[in-house]
């Protein structure tokens, strides 16, 4: 396995494409338009500040009430703790996939290779997760 993983890197290094030129920011139909502003809008730090905030404070909201005693029914406690836990796993595994999928991107490679790259990081982390789980 681990020399897949670094059979896999290298062949990512080597395949070493160029950068797309910027395309023109021409006049276009409504769609082109919409994307564009949206795009300038998910990426204003205002927006990130948020999110943060708001993902940091609903995760450590169902964390306070899974395990303090606000009289929730029998069995609530326990079921808000697992949705912490796989909250926080599908925001790891998610930075993973987009870490290797912009990494990939940034090389100047395709859409798919970015994908292929992806799913691979985020098959390791599944991967890790299970021999910790045979281990322990």
């Not at 993902?55 to 303090?68: C, E, H, I, M, N």
Request: proline content about 4%; hydrophobic content about 55%; glycine content about 16%.
């Amino acid at each position: 396995m681990g020399l897949l993983v670094i059979a896999t890197f290298i062949a990512v290094a080597r395949i070493g494409g160029q950068r797309n030129p910027p395309r023109g920011e021409g006049s276009g139909d409504g769609y082109d338009t919409t994307v564009r502003r949206l795009r300038a809008f998910v990426r204003t730090p205002a927006v990130w500040s948020v999110t943060f905030v708001v993902v940091a404070v609903g995760v450590g909201a169902l964390a306070v009430l899974a395990v303090g005693d606000f009289g929730l029914p029998e069995g609530t406690a326990p079921l808000l703790l697992n949705v912490v836990y796989g909250l926080v796993g599908l925001l790891i595994t998610g930075f993973v996939f987009l870490g290797a999928y912009f990494g990939a991107r940034g090389r100047g490679l395709g859409n798919a290779h970015g994908v292929a790259a992806g799913s691979f990081a985020a098959g390791l982390v599944f991967l890790v997760v299970i021999t910790v789980q045979l281990l322990t």
